[in-house]
């Protein structure tokens, strides 16, 4: 059986990460739900969504990814997921859905450990080199070369 992924987020991103999600892993399409925060929503309403989205998920296996901890949507997770077998990982960013998708059939634990190191993972600085057919021009003294 499937663990659940429930995005809830401040409005689009919840919904974006999951069509990106959607586009690479087609066949997940009804293991991961999204809940989009609008600015002026009442908590009391995105839990009742939240809880209506999730359904038996809540005891049978749920992953909520949020995006700001301490912020409307995470908050509403925290309830959401209170006494229940379900997990919260804030800070969720589209390397860390993209290892839950393909583990989500691991024990909750797993998935929890799985998501983390995929979203930590994800975050890098990347060098900035001249592409390998083109040389860096070296004509101005200050370094001051501008992509045109």
Do not use: W
């Amino acid at each position: 059986m499937s663990n659940r992924i429930l995005i809830i987020a401040h409005a689009p991103l919840a919904q974006a990460l999951r069509d990106c999600a959607l586009h690479v892993y087609a066949e997940c399409s009804a293991d991961v739900v999204a809940i989009d925060v609008q600015a002026d929503a009442q908590p009391e309403d995105t839990l009742i969504q939240a809880i209506d989205a999730a359904g038996a998920s809540l005891d049978t296996g749920l992953l909520v990814l949020t995006d700001i901890f301490g912020a409307t949507p995470a908050n509403v997770a925290q309830k959401l997921v209170a006494g229940s077998n379900a997990k919260l990982i804030a800070g969720v960013n589209l390397p860390m859905l993209y290892r839950a998708v393909c583990y989500r059939h691991e024990p909750l634990d797993a998935l929890v450990a799985r998501a983390l190191t995929g979203g930590t993972q994800g975050v890098m600085q990347v060098a900035i080199t001249a592409p390998q057919n083109q040389n860096r021009r070296i004509h101005d003294q200050n370094h001051n070369d501008n992509q045109q």
